[in-house]
Nanobody, 125 residues
Framework: QVQLVESGGGLVQAGGSLRLSCAAS????????MGWFRQAAGKEREFVTT????????YYADSVKGRFTISRDNAKNTVYLQMNSLKPEDTAVYYC??????????????????WGQGTQVTVSS
């Protein structure tokens, strides 16, 4: 079955960096757009970024543009999220998700078919 496993979360001071990874199995990875979402305590899940299957096209939420970078290695079935200049408001559980290739750049969680279990990112001030 399909599995998405995130790693790399943790506690970091404001201004610091973290790199999240999401290892995928059980799916034709390069055929899927991959996305990162986050959910802060008491808030709805929100879109962070997504990358097309080929890796050539990316989309970002305005709140992370210029600070976060999504990338993927299709040979390793892994998607990454490099987070720089972290702010306390970036604190959340971060989820990776996979969707088939239509509706590129979708920011809607319901359009993503597979989800990981999430990894906690905490940014202290």
């Amino acid at each position: 079955q399909v599995q998405l496993v995130e790693s790399g979360g943790g506690l970091v001071q404001a201004g610091g960096s973290l790199r999240l990874s999401c290892a995928a199995s059980g799916l034709a990875f390069s055929s899927f757009d991959m996305g990162w979402f986050r959910q802060a305590a008491g808030k709805e899940r929100e879109f962070v970024t997504t990358i097309r299957g080929s890796g050539g096209i990316t989309y970002y939420a305005d709140s992370v543009k210029g600070r976060f970078t999504i990338s993927r290695d299709n040979a390793k079935n892994t998607v990454y999220l490099q987070m720089n200049s972290l702010k306390p408001e970036d604190t959340a559980v971060y989820y990776c998700a996979a969707k088939v290739g239509y509706m590129p750049g979708s920011t809607v969680p319901g359009n993503y078919k597979y989800w990981g279990q999430g990894t906690q990112v905490t940014v202290s001030s």
